[in-house]
């Protein structure tokens, strides 16, 4: 029997939710959510929080700034020349340090924040001793700052995870669907939104319904990928 004609997935737009009260909390980013419960009382001026990818950080970054108003600018746009108007925003985030940052423009910001009583929060994938920074100052008050580390999800968190991004996409899925995937699939967030971007696609292009055997077939692929 000739299989149905498959429908080309078009490349569709879709709005994560990523409120505070979307913001899904478990053992592996506990400390990262009571950071973001506690601002702006944190431990000091300067907070680095490390994960990996699809751990979560942009989410956070998000409800920090709607509670805020934080600035947001990624490490590899930072310039010297933007300092005084981070600084202004009362609090400010530097994302992505991981793939480089002007060092002396980072400098200049953790002084003026300092002066100013304003809080830092720097997110990346690695710590701060695997930049290759090169300005002793610099890494200095980069030490002195807090770590905070978002982990590996546990079962749970993952469960919920999966949850919330097949309805970001606005797709019901069976909960039997969900646990099939939590018991077969890597502890990783970036594999649960790579396979759920390739589930949803597989389903529109066939045209058909999630199931456990759909599912299953696509996370093999994209696990073995």
Not at 39 to 58: E, I, Q
Not at 192 to 212: F, M, Q, S, W, Y
Request: net charge negative; no cysteine.
């Amino acid at each position: 029997m000739a299989e149905p004609p498959r429908q080309l997935p078009l490349d569709l737009p879709y709005e994560a939710a990523l409120g505070r009260d979307d913001y899904l909390v478990g053992r592996s980013n506990q400390a990262a959510y009571e950071l973001l419960e506690s601002w702006p009382n944190w431990p000091s001026p300067v907070v680095v929080l490390a994960g990996p990818v699809g751990a979560g950080k942009t989410h956070l970054v998000e409800a920090l700034r709607a509670d805020s108003g934080a600035a947001v600018v990624a490490a590899p746009k930072l310039e010297e020349a933007s300092v005084p108007d981070l600084v202004a925003a009362g609090s400010v985030v530097i994302e992505d340090a991981h793939q480089g940052v002007n060092e002396m423009a980072l400098f200049h910001l953790l002084n003026a924040a300092r002066q100013a009583g304003v809080l830092v929060l720097i997110t990346s994938r690695t710590w701060p001793a695997t930049w290759n920074i090169q300005l002793p100052d610099l890494l200095s008050r980069l030490r002195a700052a807090t770590p905070v580390e978002i982990l590996e999800p546990d079962d749970d968190l993952l469960r919920q995870v999966l949850l919330k991004l097949f309805s970001d996409r606005q797709l019901a899925v069976d909960f039997a669907v969900i646990d099939y995937l939590v018991v077969r699939m890597e502890r990783s967030l970036e594999v649960a939104i790579n396979a759920v971007d390739a589930i949803d696609r597989e389903a529109l292009a066939g045209r058909v319904k999630i199931t456990k055997q759909l599912a299953g077939k696509v996370l093999d692929r994209v696990q073995d990928g």
